[in-house]
């Protein structure tokens, strides 16, 4: 295994409810991060096919027309499109953590597939706990989501979505499985709307989403790769969001690399502007902060505090043995 790492991470506007052209962006992504080198590489969250955030600006009714076009563009993990963005991260020999809207039968899932350099997907989990409205769109992972870590030639590369990132346990239960680099997927997010037009709580902005992150990679001495989405002026009406006073645009971009002692390691982009991210790692700089604070090692109580884990899968169906 490799210590000296290139990571990077995508920001960029999907290619909304268009299932084959979000692929076609994919490839385009994972083309252009391979010529710069980049050996890990991290999308957003659903970014296949977009984050449709007029749930949150609209009632459930108003966005009937768009979730069955949401459905129609959601990803299956077995399929032709999945192939195609398999095959591409095998050309560039890079390990890839895509965040989707997985399609599995009549139910959505907010994955996350591992993709390793063989174009193999190792891992597959699922968000465990859709957030608030989000509920109304997609189902909740099982057990195997609880695994968040998978190790590759790069180092044990972790994963989580989004509001996961606030969900202490389960961060907790990733350092336990000895991540180094983590992906964090997040959808967009923007900054604090004028509260004469709306009462909006902080922890929903783009700079409260920075910080989680960012404490990621301070609590467990790890890399953090922030992947988030964007928003742009033309794709307000498509997204049912003209006129909200949440979404503005272009914005909705926060991503960003953090060391091992959530030190920015990158030059940030503007909210509105695409790119990936790029940084040079080096993983034996997780050493210096884990002798300082090692949350699953020397700096734990289990005798006084411990984390209990249920590993079984739960079945919708279960046979009985003839």
Known sequence: ????VRVGAVQAEPVWLDLDGSVDKTISLIKSASKDGVQVLGFPEVWIPGYPWSMWTSSVIENTHIIHEYMANSMLRDSD??????????????????????????????????ISPEGEIVHHRRKIKPTHIERTIWGEGQAESLKCVVPSQFGKIGALNCWEHLQPLLRYY????????HVASWPAEFEMPDPQKIAWLYHETGEASYRASQFMAIEGQCFV???????????????NLSGNPVTKTPGGGFSMIFGPDGKPLCKPLGDGDEG??????????????????????HYARPDLLSLLVNPKVDKHVTEMAK
């Open 276 to 297: 990936i991210l790029i940084a040079d790692v080096n993983l034996r700089d997780i050493d210096y902060p884990k002798a300082f604070i090692d949350v699953v090692g």
């Open 81 to 114: 499109q999945m192939r195609r963005i398999q095959a591409a991260v095998k050309e560039a020999g890079m390990f890839v953590v895509l965040g989707y809207s997985e399609r599995d039968g009549g139910s959505l899932y907010m994955a996350q597939s591992f």
């Open 1 to 4: 295994m490799t210590t000296m």
């Open 174 to 181: 990733e350092y336990s499985q000895g991540v180094q680099i």
């Open 225 to 239: 790769l922030v992947a988030s989405q964007i928003l742009t002026e033309k794709n307000l009406e498509k997204n």
